[in-house]
């Protein structure tokens, strides 16, 4: 049973870093792009960030760049989202997703086929 499991939401001021873990089980790891995606309340989920399954290739939306980065440690079976400079637009509920070998369109929500749970991200002014 493939299960992901998000960590590291949380409540923090504007301007300030949190760092969110996805750690996966019951699946070949070094073989899934991870993604992270976001869900505001009252808005589509969006995604924000991919890493390729050998962490060869980094993929950042528009709204992130220069703010987050996303790591993988294949070891730990975890995928991290560091989150600098964060703003209050930032607040939502973040979900880490998995699928084998996937490339090219790592933005497209329905790509994905193994979903985390999710975790809260408050972010206040």
């Known amino acids: 049973q493939v299960q992901l499991v998000e960590s590291g939401g949380g409540s923090v001021q504007a301007g300030g870093s949190l760092r969110l873990s996805c750690t996966a089980s019951?699946?070949?790891?070094?073989?899934?792009?991870m993604g992270w995606f976001r869900q505001a309340p009252g808005k589509e989920r969006e995604w924000i960030a991919a890493?390729?399954?050998?962490?060869?290739?980094?993929y950042l939306a528009d709204s992130v760049k220069g703010r987050f980065t996303i790591s993988r440690d294949n070891a730990k079976n975890t995928v991290y989202l560091q989150m600098n400079s964060v703003k209050p637009e930032d607040t939502a509920v973040y979900y880490c997703?998995?699928?084998?070998?996937?490339?090219?369109?790592?933005?497209?929500?329905?790509?994905?086929?193994?979903w985390g749970q999710g975790t809260q991200v408050t972010v206040s002014s």
């Open positions: 019951g699946l070949s790891f070094n073989q899934y792009t």
């Open positions: 890493i390729t399954w050998n962490g060869g290739s980094t």
């Open positions: 997703a998995a699928r084998r070998f996937l490339s090219g369109t790592v933005s497209v929500r329905e790509r994905y086929n193994y």
